[in-house]
């Protein structure tokens, strides 16, 4: 399985950008992008995911370079709420059985 | 819909006992995946199925770990003779079909051996 590569931790200002970002070097052509996060005490929970172009949801944008060894996980005014683990994770469609393997993610702490 | 659910959502029990947790999926979600998280760590994967057919199991998952999903809905997870190693938490998730596979966990079930 291809494996992603992310930073321990990082820090944000509350109603700031931030960009987390995510190596991917040895990902596949049929490797999907996925981001998911967990609250502390909580689940992991979707957040968004991608192939080759760029995507928007109401939770964050995705954006992936062109040659898709790395992609950013840009959350636009960061809250309170968003402090969690952020666990970027490649998933390969048409024969994969569909199960995530994390990382240790990104444990992102948000300053009022 | 209520979202995944799972039960008990904290367990204490000896060592040696039988555990067996409990999980509720969305209803129309044909995928059902269990995790094990410790402290500190991503979940790890354990096994799954697709309807009631089991159709991966990890090598995590001993012979004293067994799942059942009987006519495709909620799952049962049991542990034999559990050990302290066994502590950790215990993940649900559901997905809809392979294709659209954004998976919605559950809150977890704590497990601590004593």
């Known amino acids: 399985d291809a494996k992603t590569t992310q930073p321990n931790s990082m820090e944000s200002n509350e109603e700031e950008p931030v960009h987390l970002p995510c190596n991917h070097s040895?990902?596949?052509?049929?490797?999907?992008i996925h981001w998911y996060r967990q609250l502390p005490s909580q689940g992991p929970e979707y957040v968004i995911h991608?192939?080759?172009s760029n995507v928007n949801n109401r939770m964050a944008s995705l954006a992936i370079a062109e040659d898709r060894k790395s992609s950013t996980l840009i959350l636009h005014r960061a809250t309170l709420r968003d402090a969690a683990v952020y666990y970027c994770i490649l998933l390969r469609y048409g024969g994969s059985q569909g199960n995530l393997i994390f990382g240790k993610g990104t444990k992102l702490s948000v300053k009022p | 819909d209520t979202g995944v659910s799972q039960n008990p959502r904290h367990k204490i029990t000896k060592r040696g006992q039988n555990v067996t947790f409990r999980c509720d999926p969305i209803s129309e979600h044909n995928r059902l995946y269990w995790y094990r998280q410790t402290l500190g760590q991503g979940p790890e994967f354990l096994t799954y199925f697709q309807n009631e057919a089991q159709l991966e199991k990890s090598r995590l998952l001993s012979d004293r770990f067994s799942a059942e999903r009987p006519k495709g809905s909620f799952s049962t997870l049991e542990i034999q003779r559990t050990e302290q190693g066994d502590s950790a938490m215990y993940l649900c998730?559901?997905?809809?079909?392979?294709?659209?596979?954004?998976?919605?966990f559950g809150p977890g079930t704590r497990l601590t051996v004593t």
């Open positions: 998730a559901s997905s809809l079909d392979q294709v659209r596979n954004e998976q919605y």
């Open positions: 991608g192939l080759t």
């Open positions: 040895t990902i596949s052509g049929t490797d999907y």
